[in-house]
Protein backbone atom coordinates (compact mmCIF):
# COMPACT_ATOMS: atom_id res chain seq x y z
CA UNK A 1 0.00 0.00 0.00
CA UNK A 2 1.05 3.35 -1.12
CA UNK A 3 0.97 6.41 1.29
CA UNK A 4 1.31 10.08 0.48
CA UNK A 5 4.62 11.97 1.44
CA UNK A 6 4.07 13.61 4.92
CA UNK A 7 1.43 10.47 6.12
CA UNK A 8 3.85 7.50 6.82
CA UNK A 9 3.48 6.24 10.67
CA UNK A 10 6.23 7.82 12.43
CA UNK A 11 7.03 10.51 10.08
CA UNK A 12 6.54 14.15 10.94
CA UNK A 13 2.88 14.89 8.87
CA UNK A 14 4.14 18.69 8.53
CA UNK A 15 6.76 16.88 5.99
CA UNK A 16 4.19 17.09 3.35
CA UNK A 17 3.81 20.86 3.26
CA UNK A 18 4.46 21.82 0.01
CA UNK A 19 4.68 25.28 -0.52
CA UNK A 20 4.01 24.30 -4.81
CA UNK A 21 0.51 23.05 -3.95
CA UNK A 22 -0.12 25.76 -1.01
CA UNK A 23 -1.04 28.14 -3.27
CA UNK A 24 -5.11 29.25 -3.35
CA UNK A 25 -5.27 28.62 -6.75
CA UNK A 26 -3.05 26.12 -7.20
CA UNK A 27 -4.24 23.89 -4.49
CA UNK A 28 -7.99 24.29 -6.26
CA UNK A 29 -6.22 23.29 -9.29
CA UNK A 30 -5.34 19.84 -7.61
CA UNK A 31 -8.28 19.17 -6.04
CA UNK A 32 -10.31 19.74 -9.66
CA UNK A 33 -8.00 17.75 -10.90
CA UNK A 34 -7.83 14.89 -8.35
CA UNK A 35 -11.25 14.46 -8.35
CA UNK A 36 -12.21 14.68 -11.84
CA UNK A 37 -8.98 12.28 -13.02
CA UNK A 38 -8.32 14.61 -16.20
CA UNK A 39 -10.04 17.92 -17.18
CA UNK A 40 -10.16 20.18 -20.16
CA UNK A 41 -8.08 23.47 -19.87
CA UNK A 42 -11.38 25.69 -20.40
CA UNK A 43 -13.49 23.57 -17.93
CA UNK A 44 -10.66 24.43 -15.37
CA UNK A 45 -11.05 27.39 -16.06
CA UNK A 46 -14.81 28.02 -16.16
CA UNK A 47 -14.66 26.06 -12.76
CA UNK A 48 -12.03 28.19 -11.16
CA UNK A 49 -13.35 31.43 -12.49
CA UNK A 50 -9.66 32.27 -13.45
CA UNK A 51 -8.47 34.39 -16.58
CA UNK A 52 -6.87 31.95 -18.83
CA UNK A 53 -3.39 33.94 -18.58
CA UNK A 54 -3.74 33.21 -14.80
CA UNK A 55 -4.50 29.92 -14.86
CA UNK A 56 -2.03 29.05 -17.78
CA UNK A 57 0.79 30.66 -14.89
CA UNK A 58 -0.43 28.19 -12.13
CA UNK A 59 0.12 25.38 -14.32
CA UNK A 60 3.23 25.95 -15.80
CA UNK A 61 4.21 26.11 -12.10
CA UNK A 62 2.89 23.29 -11.65
CA UNK A 63 4.17 21.37 -14.85
CA UNK A 64 7.83 22.83 -13.93
CA UNK A 65 7.03 20.80 -10.12
CA UNK A 66 6.43 17.56 -12.16
CA UNK A 67 2.59 17.53 -10.53
CA UNK A 68 0.30 18.10 -13.93
CA UNK A 69 1.03 17.35 -17.05
CA UNK A 70 -0.90 18.44 -20.16
CA UNK A 71 -2.33 16.47 -23.40
CA UNK A 72 -3.61 18.24 -26.67
CA UNK A 73 -6.14 16.63 -28.90
CA UNK A 74 -8.12 18.21 -31.51
CA UNK A 75 -11.96 18.14 -30.81
CA UNK A 76 -14.51 19.94 -33.01
CA UNK A 77 -11.56 21.57 -35.45
CA UNK A 78 -10.31 22.97 -32.34
CA UNK A 79 -7.25 22.17 -30.64
CA UNK A 80 -7.78 21.26 -26.80
CA UNK A 81 -5.75 21.37 -23.77
CA UNK A 82 -6.33 18.54 -20.96
CA UNK A 83 -4.71 18.68 -17.78
CA UNK A 84 -4.08 15.84 -15.18
CA UNK A 85 -1.99 15.43 -12.05
CA UNK A 86 0.67 13.05 -12.28
CA UNK A 87 1.48 10.12 -9.60
CA UNK A 88 4.26 12.76 -7.79
CA UNK A 89 1.41 15.40 -8.36
CA UNK A 90 -1.17 13.29 -6.44
CA UNK A 91 1.01 12.35 -3.41
CA UNK A 92 2.09 16.16 -2.97
CA UNK A 93 -1.47 17.25 -2.83
CA UNK A 94 -2.57 13.80 -0.50
CA UNK A 95 0.26 14.64 1.62
CA UNK A 96 -0.47 18.92 1.74
CA UNK A 97 -4.12 17.96 2.83
CA UNK A 98 -2.61 15.56 5.49
CA UNK A 99 0.28 18.59 6.99
CA UNK A 100 -3.03 20.77 6.30
CA UNK A 101 -4.82 18.69 8.59
CA UNK A 102 -2.37 17.90 11.08
CA UNK A 103 -1.83 21.91 11.32
CA UNK A 104 -5.46 22.53 12.35
CA UNK A 105 -5.60 19.54 14.54
CA UNK A 106 -7.91 17.09 12.64
CA UNK A 107 -8.25 13.82 15.01
CA UNK A 108 -6.54 10.46 14.04
CA UNK A 109 -4.47 12.06 11.43
CA UNK A 110 -0.81 12.69 12.37
CA UNK A 111 0.52 15.11 15.51
CA UNK A 112 -2.60 17.65 15.20
CA UNK A 113 -4.22 16.13 18.29
CA UNK A 114 -0.97 16.98 20.50
CA UNK A 115 -0.99 20.38 19.13
CA UNK A 116 -4.66 21.21 19.70
CA UNK A 117 -3.99 18.86 23.59
CA UNK A 118 -0.79 21.97 24.05
CA UNK A 119 -2.82 24.66 23.21
CA UNK A 120 -5.62 23.09 25.20
CA UNK A 121 -2.99 23.05 28.22
CA UNK A 122 -2.10 26.60 27.82
CA UNK A 123 -5.62 27.86 28.11
CA UNK A 124 -6.22 25.59 30.86
CA UNK A 125 -6.41 27.30 34.58
CA UNK A 126 -2.92 25.66 36.44
CA UNK A 127 -3.87 22.17 38.42
CA UNK A 128 -6.53 21.84 35.81
CA UNK A 129 -4.89 20.03 32.95
CA UNK A 130 -6.61 17.57 30.36
CA UNK A 131 -6.71 14.31 31.13
Known sequence: MSTAAGSRPGQDPLAGFDTVVHAPHRLRICALLEAAGEAEFATVKEELALSASALSKHVTV???????TQRKAVRATRQRVWLSLTDPGRAAYRGH???????VGEPGVGTGGSVQAQAQAQEAPPGDAPS
Open 97 to 103: LAALRAI
Open 62 to 68: LMDAGYV
